[in-house]
């Protein structure tokens, strides 16, 4: 069904927006595994990182598994497009964490708009 210029798939304006896989290579001690997300790479300094209290940091468990696909996998992770720094920290069976390992990414889900105009003509 075609409204105003778009496309609807089962009733939203389709796009499409690229997923994105955070992955990392298994730890043999660890039994989870804590993801941490900040657009400020900075929150990761020793000096300023609380674990899951630090300020601008949101954070996921993942247990029985390397990897996330987001956003289907953590809905909460931030929408606002940018750069985001990503922290992995292993998790024992007490609850021990290891630092985290740190990488970053762009990130954007949201699709950019369509030609304003457009057609089809016979030459």
């Given at each position: 069904m075609k409204v105003s210029g778009k496309y609807e798939r089962g009733g939203r304006v389709m796009g499409l927006i690229?997923?994105?896989r955070i992955w990392w290579?298994?730890?043999p001690e660890a039994t989870s595994?804590?993801?941490?997300?900040?657009?400020?790479g900075g929150s990761f300094d020793p000096n300023r990182f609380s674990w899951e209290a630090t300020p601008g940091?949101?954070?996921?468990?993942i247990a029985g598994?390397?990897?996330i696909i987001i956003p289907d996998e953590w809905p909460e992770f931030p929408a606002e497009p940018g750069t985001y720094y990503v922290?992995?920290?292993s998790r024992d069976e007490v609850g021990n964490q290891s630092d985290p390992f740190l990488s970053s990414?762009?990130?954007?889900?949201?699709?950019?708009p369509p030609p304003p105009t457009g057609g089809v003509e016979s030459l």
């Open positions: 690229r997923k994105r290579e298994p730890v595994y804590m993801i941490y997300v900040s657009k400020d940091v949101v954070s996921k468990p598994k390397t990897e922290g992995i920290a990414g762009p990130f954007k889900f949201i699709a950019p």
